[in-house]
C-alpha cells in the first residue's frame, strides 16, 4: 500500500463507525420492539388466564390457534408463550425493572428469569446487562 492512501484509510474508519453506530441503534430498537411484544402479548395470556378457569389450557388453545392460523410465525408455541407470560408476570409489579426491560435481550431475560433465585438476584444481572 502506497504511503498515500493511509492517510485515507484513517478517514474512512469514520464511515465504518458511522455504519457501525447506526447498525448498533437498530438493533436496539429492534430488540426493544420485540421486547414490548413479548410484554404485551404475556400481559395478554395472563389476563386470559386470569379469566378463564382452566388456567394454563389457555395456552395451549392460543398456540394451537396461532399454528393453524399463521403457520409462518414462529416462537409462538406453548413454550414461547408461557415465558410471554412468565416475564410479565415476574415484572409486572417491579418498579426497578420498569425502564431496563426493553434494554435487554430476550435471550438475556430467560436467562435471568430461570436463573434467579429472588427479584434482588434478577436486579443484579438485569443492571450488569444493561452496563455492557
Known amino acids: 500500500m502506497s504511503k498515500e492512501l493511509t492517510p485515507k484509510m484513517s478517514q474512512f ?3 465504518v463507525s458511522i455504519i457501525d453506530q447506526a447498525r448498533n441503534r437498530a438493533l436496539k430498537a429492534v430488540n426493544a420492539e420485540l421486547i414490548q411484544m413479548y410484554w404485551d ?3 395478554y395470556l395472563s389476563g ?10 389457555v395456552i395451549d388453545e392460543v398456540a394451537a390457534y396461532i399454528a ?3 403457520p409462518g410465525i414462529k416462537g409462538f408455541n406453548r413454550r414461547g408463550l408461557y415465558r410471554m407470560k ?7 409489579d417491579d ?4 425502564p431496563l426491560v426493553t434494554q435487554i435481550s430476550w435471550t438475556n431475560h430467560l436467562l435471568i428469569m430461570s436463573g434467579s433465585k429472588s427479584a434482588e438476584e434478577r436486579h ?8 455492557k
Open 68 to 70: 393453524e392460523h399463521n
Open 48 to 57: 386470559l388466564c386470569a379469566a378463564s378457569g382452566f388456567g394454563d389450557k
Open 13 to 15: 474508519d469514520k464511515i
Open 41 to 43: 402479548v404475556g400481559e
Open 86 to 92: 412468565q416475564f410479565y408476570e415476574t415484572y409486572k
Open 124 to 131: 443484579f444481572y438485569m443492571a450488569l446487562c444493561v452496563k
Open 95 to 98: 418498579e426497578f425493572v420498569t
